[in-house]
């Protein structure tokens, strides 16, 4: 199972948007609606931040948003803050009962 | 408040084993399906196990299958990885992660709601 494909990185100005893609296949994101998104601060264990790809957990602030179409998922950032900076993975579920992660994408705030 | 605490890892050698626990707070560990996923230094997270809470089956990312067993006890909420051949590659922080499901019943998770701190293995000679 092939890592989900997220770009590098993302970078934006405070208060602007970003939008981080992850692209899959019809296996894994294509096929369930079971994508998340995690953030992970340097040296830290990741937060859920967005699950079954559009529904935010409580306490999240919904400056986050995610949305799929087809194989490719993401995450929009609006109004970007300082404290959003740091890495961001996508995850979905996959065939015969497994789950994929993404490579992974570093947002910085300009 | 859920915490999920990772204890056991250490420097091992290449073919060596190790067992890695979970201990659980917080919340009700018999109805959660329980997650191990790891993170090798400077690289991304991957999957590595699942144990179902509805039918007790256990799931293994095909890197660690025949290698890893995923084990829980609930009467002492808490979860382990028992590591056995270890392999240079499997050198990572392993973290602890509740499974959550936003359906009534799943049999694995739809997502990872809480992770542990996370305890690192390193396999090196």
């Known amino acids: 199972q092939s890592a989900l494909t997220q770009p590098r990185s993302v970078s934006g100005s405070p208060g602007q948007s970003v939008t981080i893609s992850c692209t899959g296949t019809?296996?894994?994101?294509?096929?369930?609606?079971?994508v998340s998104w995690y953030q992970q601060h340097p040296g830290k264990a990741p937060k859920l931040m967005i699950y079954?790809?559009?529904k935010r957990p409580s306490g999240v602030p919904d400056r986050f948003s995610g949305s799929k179409s087809d194989n490719t998922a993401s995450l929009t950032i609006s109004g970007l803050q300082p404290e959003d900076e740091t890495d961001y993975y996508c995850?979905?579920?996959?065939?015969?009962?497994?789950?994929?992660f993404g490579t992974g994408t570093k947002v910085t705030v300009l | 408040e859920v915490q999920l605490v990772e204890s056991g890892g250490g420097l091992v050698k290449p073919g060596g084993s190790l067992r890695l626990s979970c201990a659980a707070s917080?919340?009700?560990?018999?109805?959660?399906?329980m997650n191990w996923v790891r993170q090798a230094p400077g690289k991304g997270l991957e999957w590595v196990s699942s144990?179902?809470?509805?039918?007790?089956?256990?799931y293994y990312a095909d890197s660690v299958k025949g290698r890893f067993t995923i084990s829980r006890d609930n009467a002492k909420n808490s979860l382990y990885l028992q590591m056995n051949s270890l392999r240079d590659e499997d050198t990572a922080v392993y973290y602890c992660?509740?499974?959550?499901?936003?359906?009534?019943?799943?049999?694995?998770?739809?997502?990872?709601?809480?992770w542990g701190q996370g305890t690192l293995v390193t396999v090196s000679s």
């Open positions: 992660a509740r499974g959550g499901c936003s359906g009534g019943v799943c049999l694995l998770p739809d997502f990872f709601d809480y």
């Open positions: 917080g919340f009700s560990f018999t109805n959660y399906n």
């Open positions: 144990f179902s809470s509805n039918n007790g089956n256990r």
């Open positions: 019809s296996n894994d994101v294509g096929a369930y609606n079971y």
């Open positions: 079954d790809v559009t």
């Open positions: 995850c979905s579920y996959a065939a015969s009962h497994s789950y994929v």
